[in-house]
């Protein structure tokens, strides 16, 4: 039951990832109020979030589903990707106050902040137990 759990999470977050990049290239790319150093941070990111956070966490919950080894060893990877980006975005969100800024601003960066740092070390104490 615990695998299904983790491998609904993992989904969500790697639909959450596609939603989270059509939306910053729709509306927050364009919005005025935006400092060109936060959307250059941010532009730095699709990438990663991409071709490997989203893919790693796509192929774990595939690889739980259907009782895979591969999915455990995803699990530990798409955990620390998501991880490191969480730092990455956290540590510019610091040296930059962005935390600072608008409220619903703060709210949106610290839900995914949390999120990233929580579930990732979730699916990497997951994947260790497993293993």
């Given amino acids: 039951m615990l695998n299904i ?3 609904l ?4 977050i790697g639909i ?3 939603i989270y990049w059509i939306c910053f290239y729709l509306f927050v790319k364009k919005d005025t109020t935006k400092t060109p150093i936060y959307v250059s941070h941010e532009k730095s ?3 990663a979030d991409l071709c490997w956070a989203m893919p790693t966490l796509f192929l774990a919950s595939i690889g739980l589903l259907t009782s895979q080894r591969f999915g455990i060893f995803f699990s530990i990877i798409s955990g ?3 991880i490191f980006l969480g730092l990455l975005d956290i540590t510019f969100n610091v040296q930059n106050k962005v935390y600072a800024n608008k409220l619903s601003d703060t709210i949106v960066h610290l839900f ?3 999120s990233c740092m929580s ?3 979730i699916f990497i104490v ?3 137990l497993s293993f």
């Fill in 16 to 18: 959450g990832i596609i």
């Fill in 112 to 114: 995914i902040n949390i």
């Fill in 9 to 12: 999470s993992q989904c969500i």
């Fill in 126 to 128: 997951y994947g260790w």
């Fill in 45 to 47: 990111f699709p990438i």
């Fill in 119 to 121: 579930f990732g070390t």
């Fill in 80 to 82: 620390s990707s998501l």
């Fill in 5 to 7: 759990i983790i491998s």
